[in-house]
């Protein structure tokens, strides 16, 4: 299998290393390519937090990673991608590649984030839901629906991340069908566009999860229906680049892969898992 990470972030929005750290850390892990995929800059009612990249930081970015290409040609090959989270403005610049995101939902005027916290997810349905779990969930997966069309996106990123936070079930039931029913019509939605899903192993890297976005029954919806896939880490720090990437692989063959899409100079390629 193909060592690439196409979904990287840096302290250039909430990742913990710089570009030429994270790119010494794919050398080490055995990468043959790396993709970069900073924050889209949000406004202060999606972001109170700052952990999106400031519209001022986006042309340092871009040269960090031109130069971080340049400097590591012949060892490394180096894209220049962004996750463009459904609330951003569209991007300025060309970039290689977008990935596609929904990081919370907007209700009674409010930004709700879906991933900062179980507290902050739990006490958000409870005031703006009147604690209805099902209630949040369809509003997400109505947003979820809508990200390739609203950011034109190549790959939708961690298409469940709703479930970032419900490990044990606690939260919700995802075996209910008022929950499978929606998350099913946005995957339907989805693939009528030639997006790539990303298997996402971040969650399993933070503790929060183990087993990588999306779930195994959305995973063999989206093989059914003859979507692609690649595996990403999401990493947000130098020794996480590859995280868990073998069991990604497990479960995208136990869920009829045999192949995953691999980004190159000519675009996405597909290539043997």
Known sequence: MPLQNLHTHTVFSDGKN??????????RSGCTSLGFSEHSPLSCDADPDGYTMRPEKVPAYRAEVLRMRENYAGQLEIFLGLEQDIDSAPPLDCYDYLIGSVHGVWKDGIYLPVDESRDVLMGAVEEHYDGDFYGFVWDYYRRE??????????????????????????????????????????????LQNDVIFEINT???????????????AFLKFIREKHGRICIASDSHSADTLTFAFNQAAELARACGFHETAVLTRDGFQTQKL
């Open 18 to 27: 710089t570009a030429e750290e994270m790119v010494q850390g794919a050398l």
């Open 145 to 190: 629906a809508e990200v390739f069309e609203k950011t034109g996106c190549q790959i939708i990123g961690h298409f469940d991340l709703v479930t970032k936070f419900n490990e044990d079930g606690r939260l919700f039931r995802e075996d209910e069908p008022r929950y499978r029913n929606i998350a099913l019509e946005a995957l339907e939605t989805l």
């Open 202 to 216: 971040g969650a399993m890297s933070w503790g929060y999860r183990t087993a990588p976005y999306p779930a195994a």
